[in-house]
């Protein structure tokens, strides 16, 4: 049964009866605990959602269906695992569609004119209804009556509709890691969990950048995997490091998109030549995946790092405003201001280049990552 819990939508089941002929009950919020036949755990990384495990129980056989209605603040489907899901019981020949039955197509990343791109899906009345395609319009009449019973009793009671479609971000930030977010310890960058360490005033930075409903994506160059220095889940498990210190603070990042692939000068922190193909910066790649998965515009994007090499990524992929802040290697450019005598935050031109090459000129140069969200929040609020 669906009811309506503290503004949100939630499936309810009262009894472990109700949990027979191929019903499959999954909680996943936040700490996923996933029950499969045979009390079978799946292996399934950190990083990994609940959602696609659901589809993969209709795929398989072991559900003949669920529905999902997003809840609490997640009024919208993030596209992950229900692009991967939705293409997993289609290719099983099952169906997946919204509540007023129109399908659900798998989302893509970077997508023709005429296809959706974006990281959130918006299906009707903001759910999805997943079978095995025998028992779909009976699911779709349930799924459909349960809602319609609920939306009378909350419109009686003078609720507020909790559905609305929510629009992509105002905003969105990207932000270098290594020397912006963290402290940098030289090449190779950091290559243990407790080795992270965020910089002063990073975390309420970014808490400040959540609270005006801002995406915050981390984009970053992690070549010490390519070079052996690092494995992927010992990159992963310095990612869930620095979002457990930033959860300290209230704050988080949605995204962390990264680069473990090298160049030819990948030794050379802020070479700004780029193998054709390679994801690494200053290749515009990894933002252009940025703006495309949480659909927002170069326009509506601003870049943050501490490089010429985060500056000309930042340039190549149309970002509206790069920042280049004087922590990490950065601190050479503030060096530069200071012996000019400027104050920060100031802008390098070709006037004043502060020792960045023509290319990434003019950009703005701030203290650090605290100063330029600071910044940026007072003229958004103006």
């Not at 999954?26 to 079978?40: F, K, M, N, Q």
């Not at 193909?277 to 601003?302: I, T, Y």
């Not at 005598?341 to 960045?356: F, H, I, R, T």
Request: one cysteine or more; proline letters at 6%.
């Amino acid at each position: 049964a669906l009811d309506e819990l503290e503004g949100a939508w939630t499936v309810r089941v009262a009894e472990t009866a109700y949990l027979s002929d191929g019903i499959v009950a999954i909680s996943d919020h936040e700490t996923p605990r996933w029950a499969l036949p045979g009390d079978v755990q799946p292996k399934l990384r950190r990083q990994c959602c609940g959602s696609l495990c659901k589809y993969a129980l209709v795929a398989t056989g072991h559900a003949a269906a669920f529905f999902q209605h997003p809840v609490g603040w997640a009024k919208k489907l993030k596209t992950w695992d229900h692009a991967a899901g939705v293409a997993c019981v289609e290719a099983a020949g099952g169906l997946v569609t919204g509540f007023s039955g129109d399908r659900l197509a798998p989302q893509m990343v970077y997508a023709p004119p005429d296809l959706v791109a974006g990281r959130e899906l918006y299906p009707a009345r903001g759910g999805v209804v997943v079978t095995n395609a025998l028992c779909h319009e009976e699911a779709m009449k349930a799924v459909n009556e349960a809602l319609d019973n609920a939306q009378q009793t909350q419109a009686s009671d003078g609720a507020r509709e909790t559905r609305e479609v929510l629009p992509p971000p105002s905003l969105l930030l990207m932000v270098d890691r290594d020397g912006t977010i963290n402290r940098d310890v030289g090449s190779p960058g950091v290559t243990r969990r407790e080795d992270f360490a965020l910089l002063p005033g990073v975390a309420e930075a970014i808490k400040q950048a959540n609270n005006a409903g801002w995406a915050v994506c981390v984009v970053t160059n992690q070549s010490a995997v390519s070079k052996g220095l690092l494995s992927e889940q010992g990159l992963g498990e310095i990612h869930e490091e620095m979002r457990v210190q930033l959860a300290e603070h209230a704050a988080s990042v949605d995204e962390i998109i990264y680069a473990t692939d090298l160049t030819s000068n990948a030794s050379v922190p802020n070479a700004l030549c780029s193998v054709p193909g390679a994801r690494r910066k200053p290749s515009p790649q990894m933002l252009e995946e940025g703006m495309a998965q949480f659909a927002v515009p170069a326009a509506s994007s601003v870049y943050i790092g501490d490089t010429a090499s985060d500056m000309l990524a930042a340039k190549r992929a149309g970002i509206a405003r790069s920042i280049l802040v004087g922590t990490g290697y950065g601190q050479q450019q503030m060096l530069a201001a200071q012996e000019l005598g400027l104050s920060l935050p100031c802008v390098a031109d070709s006037a004043q280049p502060l020792g960045l090459p023509e290319e990434v000129l003019p950009i703005e140069l701030h203290a650090d990552l605290a100063s330029a969200i600071c910044c940026l929040i007072a003229e958004m609020s103006e």
